[in-house]
């Protein structure tokens, strides 16, 4: 596919999210179904290619354009654009030293729309430490390994063709903690998943437990060379990571300030005939929210423009852009909640259901806290993690 300007692509998305994603909410949401109608439209339409290089057939966008698209799904379901964020995540790690196989078997069929992919790391054991992976990957013979293992949290779980999954030498030569990510595929036997997500909120994205049982892996299926999964979490999962969740709770704040906006434009008092937006303590409440909107929204375009240029900051801004997203996401609609009232609160509303979905924003790792820190030893010129 050739390229289209960024813009365009956006409003690509902007009409999937309008005819599809918003229909669909409600339901993905209330039975915590995968939103399908919506990936397979947004596969359709190239989008599933959004990160692929063009050299394999993708639309060859970066963090910026990840950052815009996850956020307008997120104004309309938190769900699906969490499930095209990992989609695309995973896509990045893929494409990142994707070797000529690789790119053939993976990268052009998701830029056609004919697979998609996503991300396995996180494990019960070392919780929001998912770069200190237990799954086990040892040798077994010259063209493969084996693999044995428990992920949990894997997003489009069930669903995805491929699963990139982090692993740990289990080979008695192997240097100690010797990390490195693999593909896995759908078809391969051993794997087993564990009972449908059911959450507070994020209903829809199909997080599941993942067993891997003597799974037999090609090792043309290792992501560029054993021991390079530090390198991958910190260049490549992490920015595009903290991107796509970051977009998608920026939708969400947006989302809630539409919802709080119309309320007040529309309650009208019966014995005085006046709207709420006549109360100048509502307007600058309103005011208020939508600075604190923009200023986030501002400051992960610019994390993300800093990453796709390679600024020797971006890391740190992009780490800080999802810990502040999150906090504003937290307190928009919490405030937007209370500026709507009874009606906000009510059973059903969409506030409840943003409200559900937005808290995740704090614990989905790295977790605000574990971002924090980092931003802090990187200015302070220290390993981001300790030995």
């Known amino acids: 596919m050739s390229k289209i300007p960024l813009d365009?692509?956006?409003?690509l998305l902007s009409e999937i999210a309008e005819d599809i994603t918003a229909?669909?909410?409600?339901?993905?949401?209330?039975?915590?179904q995968w939103p399908e109608e919506s990936i397979r439209a947004l596969q359709a339409s190239g989008l599933g290619g959004l990160v692929v290089p063009e050299e394999s057939g993708g639309m060859g966008f970066g963090l910026l354009g990840l950052a815009r698209a996850?956020?307008?799904?997120?104004?309309?379901?938190?769900?699906?654009?969490?499930?095209?964020?990992?989609?695309?995540?995973?896509?990045?790690?893929?494409?990142?030293?994707?070797?000529?196989?690789?790119?053939?078997?993976?990268l052009e069929p998701i830029a056609a729309g004919e697979h998609l992919t996503t991300l396995a790391l996180s494990e019960p054991g070392t919780g929001a430490h998912?770069?200190?992976?237990?799954?086990?990957?040892?040798?077994?013979?010259?063209?493969?390994?084996?693999?044995?293992?428990?992920?949990?949290?894997?997003?489009?779980?069930?669903?995805?063709?491929?699963?990139?999954?982090?692993?740990?030498?289990?080979?008695?030569?192997?240097p100690l903690g010797q990390f490195s990510f693999a593909l896995v595929d759908r078809e391969l036997e051993g794997l087993e998943w564990g009972?449908?997500?059911?959450?507070?909120?994020?209903?829809?994205?199909?997080?599941r437990v993942l067993t891997l049982s003597n799974v037999t892996l090609p090792r043309k299926d290792i992501l560029g060379d054993e021991g390079d999964q530090i390198w991958y979490v910190f260049y490549v999962v992490g920015p595009y990571f903290l991107t796509a969740m970051a977009g998608t709770y920026l939708g969400l704040a947006n989302a809630a300030f539409e919802e709080a906006r119309e309320h007040l434009r529309t309650r009208r008092y019966s014995h005085s005939g006046n709207t709420l937006s006549q109360a100048s303590v509502l307007q600058h409440r309103l005011g208020s929210l939508w600075g604190k909107v923009v200023r986030a929204q501002q400051l992960l375009y610019y994390a993300a423009r800093?990453?796709?240029v390679g600024g020797s900051d971006a890391l740190?801004?992009?780490?800080?852009?999802?810990?502040?997203?999150?906090?504003?996401?937290?307190?928009?609609?919490?405030?937007?909640?209370?500026?709507?009232?009874?009606?906000?609160?009510?059973?059903?509303?969409?506030?409840?259901?943003?409200l559900r979905d937005?808290?995740?924003?704090?614990?989905?790792?790295?977790?605000?806290?574990?971002?924090?820190?980092?931003t802090g030893r990187s200015l302070l010129g220290l390993p981001l993690l300790e030995e």
């Open 8 to 11: 365009k692509a956006c409003d």
């Open 23 to 32: 229909r669909e909410s409600i339901q993905v949401d209330q039975e915590a």
């Open 70 to 106: 996850c956020e307008i799904l997120g104004r309309k379901c938190a769900s699906t654009a969490l499930c095209f964020g990992m989609h695309s995540v995973g896509s990045a790690v893929i494409a990142a030293k994707a070797t000529d196989d690789q790119k053939q078997r993976y």
């Open 130 to 174: 998912f770069y200190y992976p237990e799954t086990r990957l040892e040798h077994a013979t010259l063209e493969s390994y084996q693999v044995n293992g428990r992920k949990c949290f894997v997003t489009n779980g069930g669903h995805a063709d491929s699963y990139v999954i982090s692993t740990v030498a289990s080979d008695p030569d192997a």
């Open 195 to 207: 009972e449908k997500w059911s959450g507070l909120g994020m209903r829809g994205n199909s997080s």
């Open 306 to 308: 800093q990453g796709d």
């Open 316 to 354: 740190p801004i992009l780490f800080s852009a999802k810990a502040e997203i999150a906090e504003t996401a937290v307190d928009v609609v919490n405030e937007c909640m209370t500026l709507c009232g009874g009606i906000g609160y009510a059973d059903g509303s969409k506030l409840g259901r943003l």
């Open 358 to 374: 937005v808290r995740a924003a704090h614990i989905m790792s790295p977790t605000t806290d574990i971002l924090r820190v980092w």
